[in-house]
């Protein structure tokens, strides 16, 4: 469907219509009367424009709460092929809001997807994000916010550059746009799907007065999915005591038509920002939790703060003199009345979750559902903590989550701290990309990290993951617990996976599986120490009522193209779907934490064990020790009776003559 019109205009903008899936219908043209575009508002902008002749009408762009928001003008502003002249280029868009959302103005969350690569053919073969510059919006009480004026944000020029290669051909392919609407956790993205082509310049801007200025719209293909979630804990990594490996994976339905078409998916490309959280604590202990609540956030005292009445140390070791008493990660440690050594101590308390048993504590199980996005305790507190900004605030969400949540800079190792954009191959094993533990432990991890007990061990089909798989039936052949280790799908996300599949089958859809980063997870006992609450004025020990973890997160998780593979051709398309935050449930240690010889740290243990065995020894082959001494003396004084015989025979000494017998 192609639509031209010519105008002696300033400019030209493209018109989509409003109904169905948005196919390209028309046509709009607006005067500016000013080069300062970014200053002309989006009704006076409007109300000055024609389609075919006829004035717009706001009679035909009503309230509707169950409408979408959509492009209705598309603004190339001023191009030139001079590069004298460029500077006042702009792409602008008029977005048509039927439910008068009140989109966040300020985000930069609000962004629009365009190709910025294509094939020899003239098919794109990449697409990007572009922010958009909230400009205005329509404020009369009659439509209100049912307007917006947004401009497109090109700050590394590589638009322009793009259409500087074929300036009489101007092209933007654009599948969709996000908006964040106020309260909302996450950007909605809606469906655009129209190639825009400029020829001609508006006047003043090209080779002579009076050069045409048209534009040909035309429908273009586009991938509309749904994400959802799910990870994976192995149980073990060769990191020690208190780690997992852990896989995430989104899955989404693609219709079957591309395949046939198509073939295979051969490339997925998705961006997110990811983060590693400041340890979570969670504990059964009501009076601890009563307590340290109100200090979330407090920078403690180098000496401690008694005034909170708690400690907490995870990973305690009690010392056996001379070996000192140690903890892992420890909160108001320094108010004790013993010494520890700790290896993290918490200048603040972040996170602190209370739950009736620690055994058994699991956000997912305390869902919250707003504006139809399912998120769980832990997301809830990222997304409402505003206690401490004292290292800023994220790149996103307006900038209203703070970065005091996170690790400063730190992820695990082998990844990309903050934003991350990458185009997973499903040749390409995800084992090879990231920072994987292969979970092979030495003896003394066994040992120290273990016990003596059962090891968990990896099976050999966790090697070799492949980031991209289509799902069958015979996936879901088998228990619940084979399933979710053949899929490296968490067991409690199967029935909700399953459900999707069922789903998607019945509407002639394949369900992919892409699994995109391997992070360690954490989680290990702690002890908690009520000050001075002990026989005598001790600090009273308080065991089995709290955990502390670590876990990454990945916001804004967002699928941008998709890339199938037709016979060792690729073809490009490009998704429209609504990000997504992923931050897992935080659960208690492993079972076999804190059993066999966990009550000492590993260092001190070898040294321990080597010495009952050097004991042992001695005890054992005590019978002998008389021989054994007798034996040592005999080889040291042996090289000198040697040398002394040596010397004699040297010296030729006589023989003693045998004295004869009297008759």
Excluded at 105 to 129: H, L, V
Excluded at 235 to 240: E, F
Excluded at 304 to 326: A, C, H, K, R, W
Excluded at 490 to 495: F, G, H, K, Q, Y
Aim: aromatic share 14%.
């Amino acid at each position: 469907m192609i639509h031209k019109i010519k105008q002696r205009l300033a400019l030209i903008t493209a018109f989509l219509c409003l109904t169905g899936m948005i196919y390209p219908a028309g046509l709009y043209a607006v005067k500016a009367e000013t080069l300062n575009f970014d200053e002309t508002d989006v009704m006076e902008d409007l109300e000055s424009s024609t389609v075919d002749g006829a004035k717009f009408n706001i009679h035909n762009y009503p309230y509707d709460e169950d409408g979408q928001a959509k492009i209705i003008n598309f603004v190339e502003y001023c191009y030139s092929y001079k590069t004298n002249m460029q500077i006042n280029y702009g792409l602008y868009i008029y977005v048509y809001n039927p439910q008068g959302l009140n989109f966040n103005t300020k985000t930069t969350s609000n962004k629009i997807q365009i190709a910025t690569g294509y094939n020899t053919d003239g098919t794109p073969n990449d697409y990007e994000k572009y922010s958009l510059q909230f400009l205005s919006m329509s404020t009369e009480p009659n439509y209100y916010r049912l307007f917006y004026k947004f401009k497109i944000i090109d700050t590394n020029k590589t638009i322009l550059e793009r259409v500087n290669e074929n300036s009489s051909q101007r092209r933007y392919d654009v599948s969709g746009f996000e908006l964040f609407p106020e309260g909302a956790t996450n950007a909605i993205e809606y469906t655009v799907g129209g190639t825009y082509t400029f020829t001609g310049y508006s006047d003043g801007y090209g080779a002579t007065e009076g050069t045409e200025l048209e534009c040909d719209v035309r429908e273009m293909d586009i991938i509309e999915l749904e994400l959802k979630h799910t990870f994976f804990r192995t149980g073990l990594s060769d990191k020690g005591q208190g780690y997992q490996n852990q896989l995430d994976s989104v899955y989404f339905a693609v219709d079957n038509k591309y395949f046939e078409k198509y073939e295979k998916i051969q490339k997925i490309k998705a961006e997110w920002y990811e983060y590693k959280t400041q340890p979570i604590v969670v504990t059964s202990n009501s009076a601890f939790y009563n307590s340290a609540i109100n200090y979330i956030g407090h920078q403690i005292e180098s000496n401690g703060n008694e005034n909170i009445g708690y400690s907490l140390v995870s990973d305690f070791q009690l010392g056996m003199s001379p070996v000192p008493t140690t903890g892992n990660i420890g909160f108001n440690s320094k108010a004790l009345n013993n010494s520890v050594q700790i290896n993290n101590e918490l200048n603040s308390l972040i996170y602190l979750f209370s739950t009736d048993s620690i055994n058994s504590y699991d956000p997912y199980g305390n869902k919250t559902i707003a504006n139809g996005v399912e998120s769980n305790d832990l997301s809830e507190w990222i997304k409402n903590y505003n206690t401490t900004y004292n290292t800023g605030t994220l790149p996103i969400k307006s900038g209203t989550i703070s970065k005091d949540l996170f690790l400063n800079g730190v992820v695990d190792e082998g990844r990309l701290y903050d934003y991350n954009i990458y185009d997973f191959d499903s040749d390409i094993d995800i084992l090879q990309m990231e920072s994987w533990k292969n979970g092979n432990p030495s003896f003394w991890d066994k040992l120290t990290n273990f016990g003596f007990g059962d090891l968990p061990i990896l099976d050999s089909g966790y090697y070799n993951i492949p980031p991209i798989i289509t799902l069958k039936n015979d996936n879901f052949i088998g228990s619940n617990v084979d399933v979710s280790k053949n899929l490296l799908v968490r067991t409690e996300d199967l029935n909700d996976l399953k459900s999707f599949f069922n789903t998607a089958e019945d509407m002639n859809k394949t369900v992919v599986l892409l699994r995109f980063a391997t992070t360690d997870y954490f989680s290990e006992k702690a002890d908690i120490f009520q000050l001075n609450g002990g026989t005598l004025g001790a600090d009273k020990q308080i065991t089995d009522e709290a955990y502390v973890a670590q876990e990454t997160v990945f916001l804004d998780f967002d699928v941008i193209q998709l890339t199938f593979n037709k016979a060792g051709n690729y073809i490009v398309i490009p998704v429209v779907a609504s990000p997504i935050d992923i931050v897992n449930p935080i659960t208690d240690p492993l079972a076999n934490q804190g059993s066999g010889c966990n009550s000492i740290n590993s260092d001190n243990l070898k040294w321990i064990i080597i010495i009952i065995i050097f004991v042992a020894l001695l005890i054992l082959f005590a019978p002998l020790f008389p021989y054994v001494i007798k034996g040592i003396i005999y080889l040291i004084l042996l090289p000198f009776k040697i040398l002394k015989w040596i010397i004699l025979k040297a010296a030729g000494k006589p023989k003693k003559r045998k004295k004869k017998r009297k008759k």
